[in-house]
């Protein structure tokens, strides 16, 4: 069975420092990989998804993410996070290429930007 | 993107009456919709998936029977949770995707509180 790790639940980071956000998965064939952000009390909304090609990969609002088989990890970043960047990110693994397809989420980091 | 739209955003009901909780989508025909429930500070699970015309498919230990879903049209997805108890608070969220995009769109979510 798939299952993905977010070890870290909250992370606090100051408006204009670089982010990382961990996502570890496990999964027995090829992943579809996918981050989410969540605002308080709204829906999710897709940063960026690898299926295959270039392990790096780039989203929407200046997140990237790197696949990297070796360490089953699939990290997002962004290089200098916003005050709006304060949310819930969720990493996710898929069974396909259709993203929402019994996708697998892990336990979200909870992001918070201080001024 | 497209749009998917949850109604009602958040609703409270009294333990033993039955909710309704609708998702759409605006722009686009969904031929497979997803439901999620998400508890406080926790992840997303999936509960089930539907597809326009058949029955859903649900995950192990949902129960169908408490958790009614219809997916009557390409755009229109319902969950009624039948005889609402204070363990079914909890918060809802809808996902929608059409047979030829990778990406399912996700809806606000709902917030179903039962006293």
């Known amino acids: 069975a798939q299952s993905v790790t977010q070890p870290d639940i909250h992370i606090t980071v100051s408006e204009g420092a670089s982010l990382e956000l961990r996502c570890n998965y496990s999964y027995g064939a090829t992943p579809y990989l996918f981050w989410y952000v969540q605002s308080p009390g709204q829906g999710l909304q897709l940063l960026l998804k690898?299926?295959?090609?270039?392990?790096l990969v780039q989203g929407i609002k200046g997140f990237e993410a790197e696949f990297k088989r070796s360490q089953s990890s699939f990290n997002l970043r962004k290089p200098s996070v916003h005050w709006s960047d304060a949310a819930e990110y969720f990493c996710a693994v898929g069974a396909s290429k259709a993203a929402g397809n019994k996708l697998t989420f892990g336990g979200g980091t909870r992001v918070l930007v201080k001024p | 993107g497209a749009v998917v739209s949850q109604h009602p955003s958040w609703v409270i009901c009294k333990s033993g009456t039955s909710v309704k909780i609708e998702c759409r989508s605006l722009d686009f025909q969904a031929t497979t919709m997803f439901w999620y429930r998400q508890f406080p500070k926790q992840s997303l699970m999936l509960m089930a998936t539907?597809?326009?015309?058949?029955?859903?498919?649900?995950e192990q230990g949902v129960e169908k029977d408490k958790f009614l879903i219809n997916h009557a049209s390409l755009t229109l997805s319902t969950l009624t949770v039948t005889s609402a108890h204070p363990e079914d608070s909890s918060f809802y969220i809808c996902?929608?995707?059409?047979?030829?995009?990778?990406?399912?769109?996700f809806g606000q979510g709902t917030r179903l509180t039962v006293v």
């Open positions: 690898y299926f295959s090609g270039d392990t």
């Open positions: 539907s597809n326009e015309g058949s029955k859903a498919t649900y």
């Open positions: 996902s929608a995707r059409d047979s030829m995009n990778t990406e399912a769109f």
